[in-house]
């Protein structure tokens, strides 16, 4: 066994505990562990180009960029913001748990690509969430603000990924059986994706309390600077 | 038949107007930069297609242009675009003269794509059917970005040209991380073509008690997180924490269950995906598009989460893998 291609490991830890650039850490390890297993530079070459092209389906969410840009010049963001800060008894937490809930349904169903941080996050649900936050707490500060945009991203990955492959046997779940045939044990797709529904519903559960918290937390924090402002006055 | 091939040369001509933009305004690495990324999307199948018959150049100067897409991004900067007061109000005045009909293009790119999934399996010409039925949903998401344009340029009645560089616009502003994923799956398959993925799994194999189930269980679990952390992508870390431990350890030997085994754990390995600025696509790029100043922003919004799910799903196998 051959220890040496390790070595790309520990370049790309060393990089992003260093915050050197990420595109240059992946790029160094990628050539560290081909030398270190001893690979001629052709051959590591050929690899990088190949596995670079194989993974090209990855930038497809750049082809939303021309919409999303001419919408935003339009002022797609504010009217997203005007339009959720018209409804009544809507607040971030109910706004950010029915997103969840509605992205956990869509991936179950395979729909894993109608959402996503190009297409939907960044256009629609962060302005919106901020507007929600805002109909509860007045006007968020800068800190607030990137707080509440960082959790409607991270409620759009958990929501994709606490969803996928429960009932249509889509990548994961084949993956899983193909493995097991490898090993000469038989299973159903079906039998495999249904086991998902437990960690699918935590999921829910847990992150929709953190919801709660976060926007407890966002009461106080608002309540807390005007009280200052206050004091600042007097 | 329509196939992604169609759909990549449409993204690489995006990128080259990118790239011709950039090279009017004389900012020539930013041009070099998106000219070198269209090559994948538009002589990407001529690329893999001379590799299998043993022509080997091509994929080597796309591996130069790998390292040179490295060096590049590594030198320029991010920088995010100044937003004047003007600006503002121009975008408040549009907003309130175009109302919710901006929504109708926005919400047509995901309304479109799923339409056009759902209907993939019956659009046929004759026996052939009109989507590649392989790559229906990344077909589906090509086409609904078009007409999406389509609906955008109709609604604003804005030129094309304005719907091109508001986009151009927004791929300068990603700048970098737009690229960090299609490079860190390369890494992946560098990684695992180079065996970093058996090495590991010979260390864990070799450092757990294999007698005791909680021993075994634990490190399959932390086992595919940590992998799954380091490559990016639990999908990688899979085979390898299953070959090293969960077959022969947890299922063989202790008797585990396997679908419940499997699934379960996968998903305590997309618990390290919330963790991982590996996973470029999902905790970075975020962070760049909604420009938010730390680039961890969104892995320390999803922290306490993924946490608390490792806890529940190492639970859950412990309960119900070896009933």
Known sequence: ?234 | MLKIEYIYWLLGAFLLVAAVLNLRERRRAMAGFWAILACPFLFGDAILAALANGTRWPAQAMGVGVLGLGVMAARGGLRVQADDEAMQAARRDAASRFGNRLFGPALAIPLVTLVLVLAAPYLRWGATPLIEPRQATLVALGLACVVALGAALHVTRAPLATGLSEGRRLLDALGWAALLPMLLATLGSVFAATGVGDAIAAIVGAVIPTDSRLACLLAFALGMVLFTVIMGNAFAAFPVLMAGVGLPLLVLRHGADPAILGSIGMLTGYCGTLLTPMAANFNIVPAVLLELPDQYGVIRAQLPTALALLAVNVALMWWLVFR
Not at chain 1, 1 to 11: D, E, F, R
Not at chain 1, 65 to 92: Q, S, Y
């Open chain 1, 1 to 234: 066994m051959n220890y040496w291609p390790l070595l790309g490991v520990a370049v790309v830890v060393a990089g992003f505990v260093l915050r050197r650039n990420p595109v240059l850490v992946v790029v160094v390890a990628g050539v560290v562990s081909g030398v270190a297993a001893g690979m001629n530079p052709g051959d590591l070459l050929a690899l990088l180009g190949s596995s670079f092209v194989n993974n090209r389906a990855l930038l497809l969410m750049v082809l939303t960029l021309p919409v999303i840009g001419l919408l935003e010049h339009c002022g797609l963001r504010e009217r997203a913001r005007d339009w959720i800060a018209g409804f009544r008894g809507l607040t971030l937490t109910r706004f950010l748990a029915s997103y969840l809930g509605l992205r956990q349904v869509l991936s179950m169903l395979g729909l894993t690509n109608v959402a996503g941080h190009a297409q939907t996050v960044r256009p629609l649900v962060a302005p919106m969430s901020e507007a929600a936050a805002e109909r509860s707490v007045g006007t968020l500060d800068e800190t607030e603000r990137q707080r509440v945009d960082a959790l409607a991203a991270a409620t759009d990955n958990i929501g994709l990924f606490f969803g996928e492959d429960v009932f249509i046997a889509l990548g994961a779940v084949l993956l899983i059986q193909g493995f097991y045939a490898q090993n000469g044990i038989h299973l159903e797709p079906l039998t495999i994706a249904l086991w998902a529904l437990p960690t699918a519903i935590a999921a829910f559960v847990i992150h929709a309390l953190r919801l709660l918290h976060f926007q407890r937390w966002l009461e106080r924090s608002s309540r807390a600077r005007q009280a200052r402002r206050g004091a600042d006055r007097c």
